[in-house]
């Protein structure tokens, strides 16, 4: 006899398997033509996209619309990082030689406070971020032979260097890339992942204690006088580098690399479908799959199994990617900005 519950048991199991997800893609109005490079997701209706041209923009509503803002100087500005804290109000680096490197408070719609002024004709800033409404950190490159870090504990109100006294020294001309705001990114307890490149330099500098200390952890990426990681991303421990030689645009190298760990060991990615360097990257978590995403200007690609696999999502020219649950975007030359949607 059959069991009446053969048939209930089998749909049930049906119904408890697990959707896939793909990552759907839709191209989204610009209110600018200026390269966007940096991103930062408040939640899944506000985020903050800062560029060229003392430019960034910000969605209210999910990325259907966006409002565009300047500094009031002038397009002399480069916003190469941005972080928001709400719908009202953000931080913004600016970068460049010298005083060019700023840093900037902005509420809207349009009061400015300046916060940060590099005094050092030889420094550079490279990428901002925060652990919370009050503590946060910026990167640089290295000054003085050792890592440009610098700390916030009110809210980037005022910032100053870290000491040196438990910090690495730093190699010659080693630094950051300031391609898309990620070449320092936070974590949870007071922790940071710094990646670096650049002069043959390639590693991590990584605290766990709010930048009171750091200690050094080796990565696997290619290295060279343009090359080295450019984007860090973590979600819990679980991380992604990217990087590359960006002397080598058109060509294949070692450019990707996940960390189970914490940082404290890293494996190579599998070969991507996109050529050259990555920019930027971005990881999240959606039905408990794992999604880590890389960009640059030949392409984005993303990966399911921690970069045994890769599948393209665009070949246009992306410098920074951000995701925050199952929403994200995509930003880079021309105003572009992609949205990124993770559904069952």
């Keep these: 006899m059959k ?20 990552p759907q893609i839709e191209p989204l109005d610009s209110p600018t033509s200026s390269l966007l490079q940096a ?6 209706n506000t985020t903050w996209i800062s560029g060229h041209d003392a430019t960034f923009v910000l969605t209210k509503d999910g990325g259907d619309s966006w409002e565009l803002f300047n500094h009031p100087t002038g397009d002399s500005l480069q916003f ?9 109000k953000a931080i913004l680096m600016s970068a460049g030689p010298g005083p060019l490197s700023r840093i900037f408070t902005f509420t809207a719609p349009d009061q400015w406070e300046e916060n940060f002024v590099m005094e050092d004709s030889l420094g550079f800033l490279d990428c901002i971020d925060f652990w919370d409404d009050e503590r946060g950190i910026a990167y640089g490159d290295a000054i003085d032979n050792y890592p440009y870090i610098l700390l916030t504990a009110d809210g980037g109100k005022t910032w100053s260097r870290a000491d040196s006294t438990n910090m690495p020294r730093a190699g010659k001309g080693e630094g950051g890339f300031a391609a898309s705001g990620t070449c320092v990114t936070t974590g949870e307890n007071g922790k940071a992942w710094i990646a670096t490149g650049a002069g043959g330099n390639c590693r991590f500098l990584i605290t766990e204690d709010y930048g009171q200390s750091w200690k050094v952890v080796s990565s696997p990426l290619i290295t060279g ?5 450019t984007s860090v991303s973590f979600m819990g421990d679980i991380g992604v580098v990217t990087g590359g030689d960006l002397l080598k645009p058109t060509e294949y190298t070692e450019n990707c690399a996940f960390s189970t760990d914490g940082g404290d060991s890293w494996t190579l990615a599998n070969q991507p479908q996109t050529a050259g360097a990555f920019y930027g990257s971005a990881i999240t978590e959606v039905s408990e799959q794992t999604f880590a995403f890389a960009c640059g200007p030949n392409g ?45």
């Design 300 to 344: 984005i690609d993303y990966t399911k199994d921690m970069g045994q696999t890769w599948i393209n999502l665009d070949t246009a020219n992306y410098w920074a990617v951000g995701m925050k649950g199952n929403i994200g975007y995509a930003s880079g030359t021309d105003g572009k900005i992609l949205r990124i949607s993770l559904q069952p």
């Design 225 to 229: 006088e343009a090359a080295g990681n």
């Design 80 to 88: 190469r990082d941005v972080y928001g804290f709400n719908s009202e």
């Design 3 to 22: 069991s009446p519950f053969i048939i209930p048991l089998f749909l049930t199991m049906i119904g408890c398997a697990q959707k896939p997800i793909q």
């Design 39 to 44: 991103i930062s997701i408040v939640d899944e």
